[in-house]
């Protein structure tokens, strides 16, 4: 960039320098010009012309001076030797190509002098003589020799040499600074790849440079958290699987090596078998449904949901359970509400959270579901499930939407796979919405749900 701009200013440098000469050599003209009609006004000094004056000017401002008449012939000239013929000819046409062109313009001849070109090695200005009517003074100067750009050469050349030294500096600077951190990150990267993901990349650089890194950092510790939770599920899967294929083998043995002799034995045998079949068939099939819903495998069929039905669905599958246990059921669900959403996942979801609250809540506690349209836009409903039960510890409430995490029954036993809970946050993050947790020990757990509201144009 240096040296392309130091090039290019060479030429305005020189066009400045010949524009500046020629306008020199006009003004030059212009004067002696004045002074020569002067000389031909006074009749005793006209014969300085022909011997001293010309030659005298001709020297002092490194011209040959030459007068011209109406044909084109040369009355005075400043110089000793002739012009060559060619040049005399090349003049001649150079002079009356100006001085038409003047008379063309201005309807008459006029005083000031104009450049005329080049002819030869010569600069060529002319001025016509108001006092020798038809005649014609012409400057002949030597051609510019560019003396301008011979003195800034050396001094440009310098100006590009001390320029290319200090760009070269500062971009090895910058290369440095740049490629530094980044062949770190490269480093960082392969060792990645390798599959050490506890390998994090340092900052530093520019500001690029140290957004990058701090991206790599990022993508690095989410791909470390998404291992971790492959190798967590596996084992989960794993552990949950271990118990029914263990029932089912050992009972399926038994049955096959006549072990069990008696038939209340056997039907006994097979009902556990295919309980345990029934129980590994529900975890897989939570487990794939919760992959789905992860991944964005699962489609949303968007429609009006009426939240009262919804509500009646789900408490009716479960109104055995809530007599027996002593369970006073509130329900404050306005007929008119409804929620945009795809029906049968909004209704698994809320079937998850009250089977999640019957599991760990007590008997005679209060299981209360409502619903309401909040103000504000965009317009959303809020759908409440609220219990008296014993309520979730401070330390396992941000870990019950993990996959797997089990609470304790009321009984301190552990229910169901943990999965229910992630289905539940996984369906209203599908539906655009947010799912809330509150809870207080001994006192009770509120879920809450935000889901988009129907405003008659889904």
Do not use: C
Not at 18 to 36: F, K, M, P, S, Y
Not at 364 to 391: F, H, I, K, N, Y
């Amino acid at each position: 960039m240096v040296t392309t701009t130091a090039l290019a200013a060479i030429w305005p440098i020189a066009h400045a320098q010949r524009v500046l000469q020629e306008r020199q050599l006009e003004e030059l003209t212009d004067q002696i010009a004045v002074g020569v009609d002067t000389v031909y006004r006074r009749p005793g000094l006209r014969p300085l012309l022909d011997e001293e004056l010309l030659h005298e000017l001709g020297e002092r401002t490194g011209t040959r001076l030459l007068i011209m008449g109406p044909q084109g012939q040369i009355l005075v000239d400043s110089a000793e030797e002739p012009l060559p013929a060619s040049t005399r000819a090349a003049l001649r046409e150079q002079v009356d190509r100006v001085s038409g062109a003047e008379d063309n313009r201005r309807g008459k001849r006029g005083t000031a002098a104009h450049f005329a070109g080049q002819v030869g090695d010569y600069y060529v200005a002319v001025a016509p003589l108001g006092s020798v009517p038809g005649s014609t003074l012409v400057v002949l100067a030597p051609a510019p020799t560019r003396l301008l750009l011979r003195i800034l050469l050396p001094w440009l050349g310098l100006a590009i040499l001390a320029g290319l030294a200090v760009s070269l500096a500062v971009t090895w600077f910058l290369s440095r600074s740049i490629a530094g951190p980044i062949a770190r990150l490269a480093a960082v990267a392969d060792a990645i790849a390798a599959g050490d993901l506890t390998r994090q990349a340092t900052g530093g650089g520019p500001d690029e440079v140290s957004r990058l890194v701090r991206s790599f950092n990022t993508m690095v510790g989410n791909l470390r958290r998404l291992v971790e939770g492959q190798r967590n599920l596996l084992a989960n899967v794993a552990h949950e699987l271990r118990t029914p294929l263990t029932v089912i083998q050992g009972y399926a043995q038994a049955v096959r090596e006549g072990l069990l002799r008696g038939e209340d034995e056997r039907e006994e045998a097979l009902r556990l078998i295919a309980e345990e079949s029934e129980r590994a068939a529900r975890l897989l099939t939570q487990l794939l449904h919760l992959t789905r819903l992860e991944t964005g495998q699962v489609r949303l069929e968007r429609q009006p949901v009426a939240l009262a039905a919804l509500v009646q669905r789900v408490v009716a599958r479960h109104r055995l359970t809530i007599q027996r246990r002593g369970i006073e059921l509130q329900r404050d669900v306005p007929e008119s509400l409804t929620a945009a959403g795809d029906p049968e996942l909004l209704e698994q979801a809320l079937e998850n959270l009250v089977q999640n609250a019957l599991v760990h809540g007590r008997d005679g506690m209060t299981l209360a579901l409502s619903a309401e349209r909040l103000p504000g836009a965009p317009p959303r409903v809020q759908l409440t499930v609220r219990d008296t039960g014993p309520g979730i510890p401070p330390d396992v409430l941000p870990h019950i939407f993990d996959r797997f995490y089990r609470g304790s029954s009321d009984k301190g036993e552990p229910n169901g796979f943990g999965l229910g809970l992630a289905i539940v946050r996984e369906i209203v993050a599908l539906h655009g919405g947010a799912i809330e947790v509150t809870s207080t020990p001994g006192e009770g757990t509120t879920f809450t749900l935000l889901l988009p509201a129907d405003t008659g144009q889904d």
